[in-house]
């Protein structure tokens, strides 16, 4: 088993370069949310086209776990659009809660959400077969957003939980933008330099 990780993780540190020609720059911003989730946000160019990854990295039974999702320039704007109408159904079901002093609820918001192009994780091969749900939770009186993301191939199963407030989504919203932005300008310092040496 550790000789199966220690493979997946070299195909993975070696996979860019074989398919890109080169190590692609990347620029990542890291968000940490109010509920405590660490969300890892980066954006590398992919011929010509931008892919911004979302990683969530926790600690479970002593070690670090992390679940990565892909999403390409189409797939992150209806994301982005997702978590604005996960955001908008959170606030009036929480506005509910509160009003009727819901002590405990867990349901699934009616949104269906873009998946991303690919997913992996460290204990799930890279994959297609994504599955990106909203959950509204009431515990203890306090409602809270969770964003669970589960990935499958083939026997291999992974599945993890983004503990949101409403303004945890804005920030993810704003972060997407910031880290597109930051490569775009990676990008172009990088093409000046190599177009110096002609």
């Not at 159904?89 to 609820?105: D, L, M, P």
């Not at 990935?151 to 503990?163: A, K």
């Amino acid at each position: 088993m550790v000789i199966m990780k220690f493979f997946y993780l070299f195909l993975m540190l070696l996979t860019p370069s074989f398919i890109f020609g080169q190590l692609p720059t990347s620029s990542t911003n890291t968000i940490q949310t109010t509920l405590g989730s660490r969300l890892v946000l980066s954006c590398y160019e992919n011929q010509g086209e931008s892919i911004i990854t979302i990683s969530h990295w926790k600690r479970e039974l002593g070690s670090v776990v992390n679940l990565t999702v892909d999403f390409n320039n189409i797939e992150i704007e209806q994301f982005k659009r997702d978590l604005r109408s996960v955001k908008s159904k959170y606030i009036e079901w929480a506005n509910i809660a509160q009003n009727n002093r819901v002590q405990s609820v867990e349901k699934e918001i009616p949104v269906k959400m873009v998946s991303g192009s690919s997913a992996y994780g460290n204990r799930v091969s890279r994959t297609d077969d994504v599955t990106i749900k909203p959950i509204f939770r009431v515990q203890g009186y306090k409602p809270m957003c969770i964003i669970r993301v589960c990935i499958r191939f083939y026997h291999q199963y992974q599945e993890t939980d983004w503990l949101l407030s409403s303004s945890d989504i804005d920030n993810i919203i704003k972060e997407i933008d910031n880290v597109r932005i930051k490569q775009r300008q990676t990008e172009i310092k990088r093409k000046k330099t190599e177009n110096l040496f002609k």
